[in-house]
């Protein structure tokens, strides 16, 4: 990391420096962005009290979802008299039976199929809508880091559940979210730990837990993980309901990350916990998130970062896993303030999409026009591409997701589409205007004002007003006779967008 861009220290940010860019970079960090009256309004709070307001998430009220928001019953096990039919089929060779089972179980996978759509829409509605940004923004963490993929499991209702897991855990407790998801069905049945037996036990769990999820690669043993593997035999579900199957069970004595006895799964998360490296491995993560890249190992990061990320940890440990006073202690440093940090994160593809449209109040449009566009950008929701979940950062851009970034800006925008327009697109018209109210608030007769208007809108927008950038838009507003009408400032809105910084937040 060069001069220009050291890091400040993990030290209190100031009242008197928590201005309009702070509070801009804090709504976008700590959640999907924020509109110009909101951005204001953080500024005006300073940090303390604006970092509470996202940090405390139960005090804002909004609806919990229901069990029964989707179909639980799609693919639910065969019965037992299913299974002797189908078993009696087979041996009497009767085929118009087993044909008839086998259609109902394509259907079953179709509708499916059809479920886990609408549970991808339903939670970019929820991500789009939300009075708790913050909560959201953390289901999406955990997401990513317990990856686990819809492709693998094809069963759409315990993504569901699994979902409901991480906003229940959100801003709690990371020992108790760990303690969880080893009783997770979807997290068993995508590292095949329902295959696991105690006579052959399924390693698959036990290693990614502590290689991905909890203290990373080099602090554990081969050991630990068969042992590991061990421990969670007899973890497993019967429909949508975790079991623990005794008699599946290896109860004999074992020995993981220092500790010994006829130690279960809790056992061995316990000794996951109590491992030094685990509150490291977990800042980390939270770094990468929230802050900016670092390597994975602390020899090639930037001291300043590892400080950082050390002193984070003893604060982890010490508050027993809590997540919060973690996100408060970062959200309130001159650190996450830094000139290295600020609009210097590619925003991910639901970044992207989600907070287009929660600061510039345009239409969502088509949910399934935009689902198919975070796709091509990378980031398919409920289908990350592996157990290690998206890599992020600079593997979202290349020259063809940076294409379909700014055609789907362009959309939400206008409604074009890259073949024809929207339907709706006329019933759907946005009205950029409502952005530029603050302004012509604040000074009388500035929303007319061309220059006036390209920095306030490149200072919301981008964070920052690039020379050259500010020079092409100035172009752009003499070309219109320095007029400022709906359809002027959504080009502005369309040029800005399409600039490399508003890939950055």
């Known amino acids: 990391m060069t001069t220009a861009t050291r890091l400040g220290p993990l030290t209190p940010i100031r009242d008197a420096d928590f201005g309009y860019e702070q509070a801009r970079h804090l709504l976008w960090r700590a959640g999907f962005g924020g509109s110009p009256e909101q951005i204001q309004t953080l500024s005006s709070w300073g940090p303390k009290r604006a970092v509470d307001h996202l940090l405390d998430v139960k005090e804002i009220a909004y609806d919990r979802p229901r069990a029964d928001a989707f179909d639980r019953d799609i693919m639910q096990p065969p019965t037992r008299q299913q299974r002797a039919a189908i078993a009696r089929a087979r041996r009497e060779r009767d085929e118009e039976v087993v044909a008839r089972f086998r259609a109902e179980r394509q259907d079953r996978q179709r509708r499916d199929r059809r479920q ?4 991808q829409r339903w939670w970019l509605t929820r991500m789009i809508e939300t009075p708790r940004p913050l909560e959201e923004k953390m289901v999406l963490f955990w997401h990513g880091h317990f990856a686990t993929s819809y492709r693998t499991i094809e069963n759409s209702y315990h993504m569901y559940l699994q979902n409901q897991l991480f906003r229940k855990h959100a801003l709690g407790n990371y020992g108790r979210l760990l303690h969880q998801i080893i009783r997770d069905p979807a997290m068993i049945a995508y ?31 081969e050991k630990d993980i068969k042992e590991g593997a061990r421990a969670l035999t007899g973890y ?86 809590e997540i919060k006073p973690v996100l408060r202690k970062l959200f309130l440093s001159e650190h996450f303030y830094g000139p290295g940090v600020m609009n210097e994160q590619i925003k991910s593809p639901t970044e992207l999409t989600v907070g287009a449209i929660r600061t510039l109040n345009v239409p969502p449009r088509d949910l399934s026009i935009l689902l198919d566009a975070m796709d091509l950008m990378g980031q398919s929701v409920l289908f990350p591409p592996s157990v290690k979940g998206w890599d992020g950062g600079r593997s979202w851009i290349n020259t063809s997701t940076l294409f379909v970034r700014q055609n789907t800006l362009s959309y939400l925008l206008t409604g ?69 009408t709906p359809e002027i400032a959504t080009g502005l809105l369309l040029l800005i967008t399409a600039m490399p910084e508003y890939q950055l937040c």
């Open 116 to 119: 886990i759509r609408l549970i």
């Open 191 to 221: 590292l095949d730990n329902n295959d696991s037996r105690r006579n052959r036990p399924n390693e698959n769990l036990a290693r990614e837990i502590m290689e991905l999820f909890s203290l990373g690669v080099g602090n554990y043993t």
């Open 236 to 321: 497993t579900f019967v429909d949508d309901e975790f079991t623990f199957q005794s008699r599946n069970h290896d109860d004999g004595p074992k020995s993981i990350l220092g500790r010994s006895g006829r130690m279960d799964g809790d056992d061995f998360v316990n000794a996951i916990l109590a491992r030094r490296a685990c509150s490291r491995h977990m800042c980390r993560k939270l770094y990468k998130f929230f802050v900016a890249a670092v390597p994975d190992s602390s020899r090639q990061t930037d001291p300043e970062a590892n400080s950082v990320i050390r002193s984070l940890a003893s604060l982890f440990a010490a508050r027993d896993y």
């Open 416 to 484: 074009k589409k890259p073949a024809g327009y929207d339907a709706l697109a006329n019933l759907e018209k946005y009205d950029p205007m409502p952005l530029l109210s603050p302004l012509a608030r604040a000074t009388p007769g500035a929303d007319r004002d061309a220059a006036q208007v390209v920095d306030y809108l490149m200072r919301f927008t981008l964070g920052r007003t690039p020379p050259r950038a500010r020079k092409s838009l100035l172009a752009f507003m003499a070309e219109h006779d320095n007029r400022v």
